[in-house]
C-alpha cells in the first residue's frame, strides 16, 4: 500500500472541532451556558445521554445549579485562550483547513437578543484572521450543540416555529461579518442525529412534549426551513459562499441476504439520508411522507415553508464517519459487525465502508462531498518524555485516506477531509479526554487535571509527511 495518495490539487487537508468541546470560557466576556454545558461527566455516560428522550426542565435546571459535580465541556481545552499555539501547530503540520463552530451563546447569550455580544464577535474576529493567518480555509459550523440554555427553557428550542427567525438572524449576523474571509459553511452539525442528541441538537425539554416522535419530526422541520432561508438569503450576502448539508453517517449492513433483511437496511439507511435528501433535491422524499402516514406523525408545513426548500437547494454535502453496523429484519436497533476491529467505546472501524459511502454519496446527489469528520477515540498514553507512540492512529489513518483515493479514482468529487479533533478535545459523546482523537496530546484528565500542555504524537508526524508529499505531487 502506497503512502503517497493522489488528491486534487485543491484539496482541503484540514482538521474538525467543535466551540463547546474545545472553548472552555463557558461564561467568559458575556457567554451564556450553552446545552452541551450541561454535559456532566460520570465513569459512565454524560447526564443527558441517559435517555435518548433528552433532558427534562428538572435535569436542566439541576445541571444549571449544581456545584459538586464536573462538567468537562464548561472548560474544554481553553481553546478561547490558546487558539493561536494551536492553529499554529496545525499549521506546521500542513494543514491548509480548518473547521470550527461559531457559538451561538456567545454571540445572543439568550438566542434572540436585541443586540449581539459584541466582545464574542471580536473573539471570533480574531480566530478567523489567525485561521486565515495560518493558510487555512476556515469552515464554519453555525449550530454545533450550542444553543443558549435560557432559550430552550423560554422559547423550546426548534420546536417553536420562531426559532427560525432567530436562527437565521444569528447566522446571517456572522455571515454578513465574515463574507469576504469564509467561504464554506455548515449551517448543523450532523443535522440527522436526532435519535441520540434530542436535547442538544433540538433544544427542547422532554417534559414539554406529549408525543416524543412527532415533536422531534415537527421540530426537525423548523430547522430545515431556517437551512433553506440561510441558503437564499446568504447569497445575496456573497453568491460564492458555498454552503452544505451535513450528516452523522452511520452506514447500516443487513446482517443476512434474506430480502427481507436487505429491504429493512434500506429503509435505515433512507432514514438516515432523510434530510439531506430534503435539502440537496428541495423536497420531502415519498418514503418518509409513507412514514409519516403510517405512524400518525403530523408535522405542520406551511406551504411558504415547502417553497423555500424547493427554491433553494445546497451547494455541497457532507458527513461525519466514524464506523459501520449491521441491523437484521427484526432489530430496532443496529450493532457492531462481527468482522470488523472495534476501539474501546465498540466503534467498529471500517475504511471500505468508507468508499462505499463516498460512491452512495456522490450517485446520489451528484454534489461535491467533504468528510467533515472522521477519526476513531483511542486511549493514548503520554509518556516519561512526553511521546505519545500511536500506531494504530497511524494505521487508522491509513487505511481511510487510501479508501478516499479509490473512491476518487471512481469519479466521486472530493473537496476536502476534515479529522475529528485534530488536538484532543472533550468527547460529545461521552464527555471524556481520555477518549481521545488528536495528532496532538492534550495534557488534561477526565477531570480536567492536568498541565494542558501540548505535545506532539508520532501521528502528527506521520499526517505531516502524507500533505508534504500530496504538496510534493503539485507542485
Known amino acids: 500500500m502506497s503512502d503517497s495518495y493522489k488528491f486534487p490539487k485543491d484539496f482541503l487537508w484540514g482538521g474538525a472541532i467543535a466551540a463547546n468541546q474545545a472553548e472552555g470560557a463557558y461564561l467568559e466576556d458575556g457567554k451564556s451556558v450553552n446545552v452541551s454545558d450541561l454535559n456532566m461527566y460520570t465513569d459512565k455516560v454524560a447526564l443527558h445521554k441517559k435517555s435518548n428522550k433528552g433532558m427534562t426542565t428538572d435535569q436542566i435546571k439541576y445541571a444549571l445549579e449544581d456545584k459538586e459535580n464536573y462538567y468537562p465541556k464548561r472548560y474544554g481545552i481553553d481553546f478561547y485562550h490558546t487558539y493561536k499555539e494551536d492553529l499554529r501547530l496545525l499549521k506546521e503540520m500542513g494543514m491548509n483547513a480548518f473547521r470550527t463552530s461559531i457559538s451561538w451563546s456567545r454571540v445572543f447569550p439568550n438566542g ?27 469552515l464554519i459550523t453555525l449550530s454545533h450543540y450550542e444553543m443558549p440554555v435560557l432559550y430552550t427553557l423560554e422559547k423550546h428550542g426548534w420546536l417553536n416555529y420562531d426559532t427560525i427567525d432567530a436562527f437565521v438572524r444569528f447566522s446571517l449576523l456572522v455571515m454578513e461579518r465574515y463574507k469576504d474571509k469564509v467561504k464554506y459553511w455548515i449551517p448543523v452539525n450532523q443535522i440527522n442525529l436526532i435519535k441520540k442528541e434530542t436535547y442538544a441538537h433540538l433544544g427542547y425539554p422532554s417534559d414539554v412534549v406529549d408525543n416524543a416522535d412527532n415533536a422531534k419530526w415537527q421540530a426537525m422541520h423548523h430547522e430545515l426551513v431556517a437551512c433553506a432561508i440561510i441558503y437564499e438569503k446568504a447569497k445575496v450576502i456573497n453568491p460564492d459562499f458555498q454552503i452544505g448539508v451535513m450528516n452523522y453517517h452511520d452506514y447500516t449492513y443487513p446482517a443476512t441476504t434474506e430480502p427481507e433483511t436487505v429491504l429493512r437496511s434500506y429503509q435505515y439507511n433512507q432514514h438516515e439520508l432523510v434530510f439531506s435528501d430534503i435539502l440537496a433535491r428541495g423536497n420531502y422524499p415519498g418514503y418518509i411522507l409513507r412514514y409519516f402516514n403510517e405512524h400518525d406523525i403530523k408535522v405542520e408545513m ?19 464517519y466514524y464506523y459501520t453496523s449491521v441491523i437484521d429484519k427484526d432489530s430496532e436497533k443496529e450493532y457492531p459487525n462481527e468482522y470488523l476491529s472495534k476501539n474501546p467505546w465498540g466503534w467498529a472501524s471500517d475504511p471500505v465502508g468508507l468508499r462505499l459511502s463516498l460512491n452512495m454519496y456522490y450517485d446520489r446527489y451528484q454534489l461535491p462531498i467533504i468528510i467533515a469528520e472522521n477519526g476513531s477515540g483511542s486511549i493514548d498514553e503520554l509518556t516519561a518524555d512526553h511521546k505519545v507512540h500511536d500506531d494504530y492512529r497511524i494505521d487508522y489513518f491509513k487505511d481511510h485516506l487510501k479508501q478516499i483515493e479509490e473512491a476518487i479514482k471512481d469519479g466521486v468529487e472530493m473537496i476536502g477531509y476534515f479529522p475529528w479533533g485534530p488536538i484532543d478535545i472533550v468527547s460529545c459523546s461521552s464527555s471524556e479526554m481520555s477518549k481521545r482523537y488528536g495528532f496532538i496530546y492534550v495534557d488534561l484528565d477526565n477531570l480536567g487535571q492536568g498541565s494542558g500542555n501540548r505535545y506532539l504524537k508520532d501521528s502528527y508526524y506521520w499526517y505531516k509527511e502524507q500533505i508534504e508529499k500530496w504538496k510534493n505531487q503539485n507542485s
Open 112 to 138: 434572540d437578543d436585541k443586540e449581539p455580544n459584541e466582545k464574542a464577535l471580536i473573539f471570533y474576529d480574531n480566530l478567523i484572521d489567525e485561521i486565515i493567518s495560518c493558510g487555512m480555509e476556515p
Open 302 to 320: 406551511k406551504q411558504e415553508d415547502l417553497d423555500v426548500l424547493k427554491r433553494n437547494t445546497v451547494d455541497f454535502v457532507s458527513f461525519s
